[in-house]
């Protein structure tokens, strides 16, 4: 089985910033990209960042400048710090990773999602 738990959401004032932390469990071979996306209230869910296994990085418009996603493929934990939060940054943060889990002799790849942490933007 292979798990994705998240850390670090929470409240903030606007301007503020918080780390959100993913570290990947289990029977895990190798992992590919890692990902962190976003879904208000009411809203579809959203991409905010993505990292390849080489380091390469993708940013929503609306994050680039203020959030930057790294990972630590020792730990096989990916990160996202924010910083500068604004009201509308406000939303459940879901970490994604597309993993080759072990499997018998073989492996599986997969998408696997985190529970979610909430990240509440508010004076």
């Known amino acids: 089985q292979v798990q994705l738990v998240e850390s670090g959401g929470g409240l903030v004032q606007p301007g503020g910033s918080l780390r959100l932390s993913c570290a990947a469990s289990?029977?895990?071979?190798?992992?590919?990209?890692m990902g962190w996306y976003r879904q208000a209230p009411g809203k579809q869910r959203e991409l905010v960042a993505t990292?390849?296994?080489?380091?390469?990085?993708n940013y929503a418009d609306s994050v680039k400048g203020r959030f930057t996603i790294s990972r630590d493929n020792d730990k096989n934990t990916v990160y996202l710090q924010m910083n500068s939060l604004k009201p509308e940054d406000t939303a459940v943060y879901y970490c994604?990773?597309?993993?080759?889990?072990?499997?018998?002799?073989?492996?599986?790849?997969?998408?696997?999602w985190g529970q979610g942490t909430q990240v509440t933007v508010s004076s």
């Open positions: 289990g029977s895990i071979f190798s992992i590919n990209a």
């Open positions: 994604n990773a597309d993993i080759s889990a072990v499997v018998g002799i073989g492996f599986r790849r997969n998408d696997y």
């Open positions: 990292i390849t296994s080489g380091g390469s990085t």
